[in-house]
């Protein structure tokens, strides 16, 4: 299924005159970010800039487009929840192919597709964006986190503890020894 592309969109691309296979250019590009990249604890600011440097080859099938993208991220640290912004790199390499949309099964996954001359890069950078998103992002590597019993921060508590006593040992704190059994004493000796 075709959809049709917005010729004025940043991340589209105009390659009507790029069908000679071994031709190639460079082109660098500032696109907002769209709405919704994130996962529960990092996002990517809805229309911060994110910088794309691409190559552009022209192959027998299509056009081949590597990139680099460079965008922001803000959110908050998995160990400390302290917050964070941090600049993410994410390569990719997308085949855009020179099929007309007649050709093109509606039942098949979608392909990208040069359509009319023109590239829409958003699919790829939604996907490059969303995969070079951690997970678990921490402030630093060093990072402790959180004490599991307090829930003050570690790192600004070097040597923070707490004495937790096994509650499968809880019934020999009342065990009360006679006073004549010492240290040195040996169990057994008659």
């Known amino acids: 299924m075709c959809v ?79 917050p964070l912004t941090e600049t993410l790199d994410s390569p990719f390499s997308e085949l855009y192919l020179w099929v007309e949309p007649e050709q093109v099964d509606p039942d098949d996954d979608p392909l990208p597709l040069v359509q009319g001359g023109l590239i829409d890069l958003s699919g790829a950078i939604r996907d490059a964006v969303v995969l070079a998103l951690p997970l678990a992002p921490v402030c630093g590597a060093d990072c402790g986190g959180l004490c599991p019993t307090c829930g003050i921060k570690l790192a600004d508590h070097p040597g923070h503890d707490h004495v937790q006593d096994d509650p499968r040992w809880a019934a020999l704190k009342a065990l009360q020894l006679p006073p004549d059994v010492g240290e040195d004493s040996t169990m057994g000796d008659t």
């Open 4 to 82: 049709v592309i917005d010729p004025t969109a940043p991340s589209v691309l105009d390659v009507h005159d790029f069908r000679r296979a071994g031709e190639f250019k460079r082109v660098h590009r500032v696109v907002p970010a769209p709405a919704g990249i994130a996962n529960p604890v990092i996002e990517v600011p809805p229309g911060a800039d994110m910088r794309i440097d691409l190559t552009l080859e022209s192959v027998i099938d299509g056009v081949l487009v590597t990139a680099d993208l460079t965008f922001p991220t803000v959110g908050f640290c998995s160990r400390c929840l302290e």
